[in-house]
Every structure is written in C-alpha cells, then in structure tokens.
C-alpha cells in the first residue's frame, strides 16, 4: 500500500531534550516535506526536499533541523524543544517537485505527529 | 512568510445547501490547490488548478483559478455529512520552480443532518 508514515504519532516532551520525528514513503517521490498546523494558521512549511541530498528552508525554519541521506526518509530534527514548537506536525511526499502534471501534484500526506513540548 | 486569505473561517450549514469558500493573495500565483483534511488525518487533494480562469469539477465540487491569478474558489453543491472537515487552499507563486506551497488558514464546514 502507498503511503507515507510518521513515527512517533503522539509524543509529549520537556524542554531541550533533542528528539527526532520520523518520515518515510513508499513511493520513490522526489519531493518531501514538513509542515505544522496551528489553529487559525493553517499549514506552513518548515523544510522540504527537492531530492536526496537537496533541502531547503521553508516559511518556519527556525529550531528544526532535516537530513535526506536517502530518498524514502526525511526526519525532522528539534536539537532543543521549546513550547512554542508544540504543534501537530505533518509530512508530505509528492512524485516531483510540482508541475503541470496532475499526478505530480498529487501530494500526499502521513497522519500527523502531536507534540506536546512542556 | 505569506499566508494566503482563506473565508471565510468556518461554516456551520444544513445538509443539502451549497457551500463556497475562496482564497485571495496579494501575489500571484501559477498554480491553485485545494485540499480536505478529515479530523484526526493529514489533508488530501481535491482539485488541481494550473491556468487562469480555468474551471474544474471533482464530483459534487468545483473549483476556480481567479482571472486575476490572486485568487481561487471551492464551491460544494448540495452538502452532505460526510463533507465536514477542514478546507485548505495552497498555491505556488509564478517565479517559484522549487514546489515551495503557501497554505490558507483553512475553512471549517461543519454539517447538520
């Protein structure tokens, strides 16, 4: 089955102790992303991935970290929580880097991470 | 970073009524998205949009690519239960080539039987 899976689901943490949330696709897509949703805020990007070893910063950058050493696995890294990066977390994948395609565009979306940063 | 306007913010209607909701920008955009998000589930795609004043159905919905290429509408024809959830629109800015999405605040349509 094609998807994209997010481990933990469910985290509460303190403050500055590192943690790392999963991502991994099954479907040989270039692009990956992350994202956090925050009431009235919507969905705004943190980083995403244009390809392996390509990453670049999205509209939330700041206390988050990425790595995309192979193509189906792209983390994302808190090096030292705050409680304001309490947040439902989402990752994304897409077969390319969006174009007129409608198939490349087909973004698809892991069930969420909720963290909870104390 | 820039957010686009999405209206309005939520929706409380009665099942069988038509629904629309739109997205402005103060910016251009080469491509419209509209998204569902399920409670408790990451969104899905709806509709795809790719050229101004192009219109496009997806079943019960339909979506619009402003003529302006600012702005975008979802309309939802004869709602039923299972269309709550949260709406997102998201675009791509014209001189963007690197996928980067912008996402709406998202609409709240919440359905009464």
């Known amino acids: 089955e094609a998807q994209v899976t997010q481990n933990p689901r469910y985290l509460i943490t303190v403050t500055g102790k590192k943690l790392t949330v999963t991502c991994s696709q099954n479907m040989n897509h270039e692009y990956m992303s992350w994202y956090r949703q925050d009431p009235g805020l919507g969905l705004r990007q943190i980083y995403y991935?244009?390809?392996?070893?390509?990453?670049d910063k999205g509209d939330v950058p700041e206390g988050y970290k990425v790595s995309r050493k192979e193509k189906r696995n792209f983390p994302l890294i808190l090096e030292s929580p705050s409680p304001n990066q309490t947040s439902l977390y989402f990752c994304a994948s897409t077969p390319r880097a969006f174009s007129g395609r409608v198939a490349d565009n087909e973004q698809f979306f892991g069930p969420g991470t909720r963290l909870t940063v104390l | 970073g820039q957010q686009l306007n999405q209206s309005p913010q939520s929706m409380f209607i009665q099942e069988g009524e038509d629904v629309s909701m739109n997205c402005t920008s103060s910016?251009?955009?080469?491509?419209w998205l509209w998204y569902k998000q399920d409670p408790g589930e990451g969104p899905v795609l709806l509709i795809a949009?790719?050229?101004?004043?192009e219109l496009t159905s997806n079943g019960r919905l339909t979506a619009q690519f402003g003529i302006t290429r600012k702005d975008s509408f979802l309309n939802i024809s004869a709602s039923i239960p299972s269309d709550v959830g949260i709406y997102f629109c998201a675009g791509r800015h014209g001189s963007s080539n690197t996928g980067k999405l912008i996402f709406g605040q998202g609409t709240t349509l919440q359905v009464k039987p």
């Open positions: 949009l790719y050229k101004a004043g």
């Open positions: 910016s251009i955009f080469n491509t």
């Open positions: 991935s244009m390809n392996v070893e390509v990453t």
